[in-house]
């Protein structure tokens, strides 16, 4: 797991140094800086950014999905979060693109009594964390953002989540690698075997499953884009996520006009959009922001989130293959983990020495016979099985 040795062969001289299979966000970004290191990478995928992140809504949200029992995760989230003003400004630098990236900031809100108890329960145990969260009193609340219904009891502000645009990140991402040096074939991979390099990243986000058996699963997202008439930005600029009678939502504005609304959580792997689901988002989307009603619903779609059982990403060398690294199970989180997973995994891939914040996510946590210290969540426990302070899956927003 060394970057390029002095090579003696015309073999050895062909071979690539690093095979990334997958070219989503993760695959990508873990591509470019490999190839900006002067490694030889070469990345395998038939259709590039057609995984998760062409539906991803791009919240960069360490601070609002910092949930009970996770606090690795949130670390890891808090230091890719961190990363990103850099990367997104080297990205841009690299190739000139437009990536939609905003620091206006997330407000957290609840529509009812009931919304905001559970909600406050949450902003409580961010604050014990330390995590940069205000409540807001409705004036305040309303002051940050006017196009709130008057309904919507509270809210707090998360002034350090953010946001990107998936689909202009991939594009970005894609030139970059290839500039650096990267080449990309657009083939699938169907066994590890057809891959030839000195040290293999399977970044396949869902499909990682196939190749490795790692337990990666697909968790559904039905998510829904909206559009402001007239072409004017929509009538808010923070993220807006919450409680609206116990449903939970978000919402991304856009500048050019557009507004994510997402998203449902649903343990299955089919991407058929539903008319329950699609009701359920309008309604809460509207209850929350009355404006909504009047605008433009342009596309409702369905993608696959590579789920892992503690709802952390899988980072490192496949157990008894030092030569397979793993960089998948993103889950709710890909995008803003973009920076983290590929400096880390192109440091591992340069050095052979993993850096300290990968322990928590190695492959092996799931063996039965791992030490039970190492699982992201802390307790080594499956999310939500044993913790009865813990907000379920379905209450999740991304
Ligand atoms: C509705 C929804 C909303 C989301 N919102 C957010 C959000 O707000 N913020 C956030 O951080 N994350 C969000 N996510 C999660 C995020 O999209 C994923 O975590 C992220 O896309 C994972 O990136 P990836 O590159 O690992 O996988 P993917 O984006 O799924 O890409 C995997 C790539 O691997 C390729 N591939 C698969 N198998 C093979 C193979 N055998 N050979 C070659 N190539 C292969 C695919 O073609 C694809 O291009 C959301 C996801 C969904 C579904």
Not at 104 to 113: A, E, K, P, R, S
Not at 160 to 189: E, I, K, N, S, W
Request: a negative charge.
């Amino acid at each position: 797991m060394t970057g390029r040795s002095p090579s003696t062969s015309s073999d050895d001289r062909a071979r690539p140094d690093v095979a990334v299979v997958g070219a989503g966000p993760i695959g990508l970004a873990v591509a470019w800086r490999c190839a900006a290191r002067g490694l030889r990478v070469v990345v395998h995928d038939p259709a590039s950014g057609s995984g998760a992140s062409a539906v991803a809504a791009g919240m960069l949200s360490p601070v609002a999905e910092a949930y009970f029992g996770e606090r690795q995760l949130t670390a890891l989230l808090l230091a890719s979060a961190a990363l990103w003003p850099t990367f997104a400004a080297e990205l841009t630098e690299a190739t000139g693109a437009e990536l939609g990236y905003r620091t206006d900031g997330t407000l957290m809100v609840g529509l009812t009594g009931d919304d905001l108890a559970e909600a406050r329960r949450l902003w409580a145990y961010q604050q014990e964390l330390g995590l940069p969260v205000t409540p807001l009193r409705p004036t305040e609340l309303r002051d940050h953002e006017p196009a709130l219904a008057p309904r919507v009891r509270g809210g707090a502000l998360a002034p350090t989540d953010h946001q990107v645009d998936p689909r202009l990140l991939v594009p970005a991402l894609r030139t970059a690698a290839r500039r650096a040096g990267a080449v990309l074939v657009p083939q699938p991979v169907r066994h590890l075997s057809e891959v030839d390099a000195r040290v293999t990243v399977v970044a396949a986000g869902c499909g990682a499953a196939a190749l490795t058996g790692l337990p990666v699963r697909p968790v559904k997202g039905q998510i829904l884009r909206l559009r402001a008439p007239g072409g004017v930005a929509p009538g808010f600029r923070h993220v807006i996520r919450g409680y609206a009678d116990g449903e939970p939502v978000y919402l991304v504005p856009r500048a050019d006009g557009e507004v994510v609304l997402g998203a449902t959580v649903e343990e299955r792997s089919d991407t058929t959009v539903t008319a329950g689901a699609v009701q359920r988002l309008l309604r809460a989307g509207v209850d929350l922001l009355p404006e909504l009603a009047e605008y433009d619903l342009v596309e409702a779609v369905a993608g696959l989130r590579p789920g892992t059982p503690d709802n952390a990403p899988i980072l490192g060398p496949l157990p008894g293959r030092p030569d397979v690294l793993a960089a998948t199970g993103h889950h709710r989180h890909g995008i803003v983990l973009t920076p983290v997973t590929a400096d880390l995994i192109a440091g591992l891939v340069t050095t052979g020495v993993p850096d300290p914040l990968l322990a928590p996510f190695r492959p092996d946590r799931f063996d039965s016979d791992a030490p039970a210290s190492v699982g992201a969540a802390g307790s080594g426990a499956p999310a939500g099985a044993d913790r009865p302070d813990s907000t379920m899956e379905e209450d999740r927003w991304s």
